[in-house]
């Protein structure tokens, strides 16, 4: 995995830091400005989604919510019956966020915690859900966390990443021309047959599903399946 860790401890210093009560805020229900507000209505969109790549009544499963943030996800999987959450994120503060907002009632299937979410001692899942938070890695990095996880995966890696769109293209070029002087990882958008590519170099063999794309405002991302045939 070629530039997975330096990535990964950019994405920590970022959420664990820099943008943690940013974050913070636009996952609360507190109210935020208009183009927060569409990102939020997007983001809620992509996460119900997510869950319709699921059965709806999740009993008797082992999920783990990779990059869980602040908790959403985790605490939807919980409410539709998963028998367990492994909820994991690099930053402790987030996890920290998370577990103060986690309804009482949810203790009991919810594993909080701060790691690497390919940690392979959390054990074997159901599914694994990746919401927005593999955008940052290259393909071949998206590629071998698909093949890292599959190894330990009954099911599908439920994930999204942005799109390559003009747009999106054109803005990456930009932070690409002037890198910031902070460590803010940066978004990096991909095509589905590039992640194809990168997979089958990899060697990983599976089934790579582009499921649907979301766009509302500034948020545009999209959503995929992955199921690994070991
Ligand atoms: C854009 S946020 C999305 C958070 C959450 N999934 C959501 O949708 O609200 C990306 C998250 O992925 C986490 N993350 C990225 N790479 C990670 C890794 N390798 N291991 C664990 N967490 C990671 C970040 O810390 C961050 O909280």
């Not at 664990?16 to 990102?39: M, Q």
């Not at 997510?50 to 996800?73: E, F, H, K, W």
């Not at 996880?149 to 747009?167: E, H």
Request: with cysteine; net charge positive.
């Amino acid at each position: 995995m070629t530039q997975y860790a330096a990535t990964r401890d950019r994405v920590e210093t970022y959420f664990d830091s820099t943008a943690t009560k940013t974050w913070e805020a636009l996952t609360s229900d507190a109210p935020v400005s208009g183009v927060r507000a569409t990102v939020r209505a997007g983001r809620d969109r992509m996460r119900d989604l997510m869950l319709a790549q699921l059965p709806v009544d999740l009993r008797g499963m082992r999920i783990l919510d990779a990059g869980c943030g602040t908790g959403a996800m985790a605490v939807e999987l919980a409410k539709r019956g998963a028998d367990e959450v492994v909820a994991i994120d690099i930053s402790p503060s987030l996890i920290d966020i998370a577990q103060k907002r986690m309804p009482a009632e949810y203790a009991r299937q919810i594993t909080w915690g701060s790691g690497d979410m390919l940690d392979a001692a959390k054990g074997r899942f159901d599914a694994i859900v990746a919401m927005d938070s593999l955008i940052y890695y290259s393909a071949p990095d998206v590629a071998a966390i698909l093949g890292k996880a599959s190894g330990r995966l009954d099911g599908k890696f439920i994930f999204s990443l942005a799109p390559r769109t003009p747009a999106l293209m054109a803005m990456w070029r930009i932070g690409k021309l002037f890198p910031r002087k902070d460590r803010s990882p940066t978004m990096i958008p991909h095509a589905a047959d590039d992640i194809a590519a990168a997979l089958r170099t990899a060697g990983t063999l599976g089934r790579l599903t582009d499921v649907e794309r979301v766009k509302s405002g500034f948020y545009i991302s999209n959503l995929f399946t992955f199921e690994g045939q070991s």
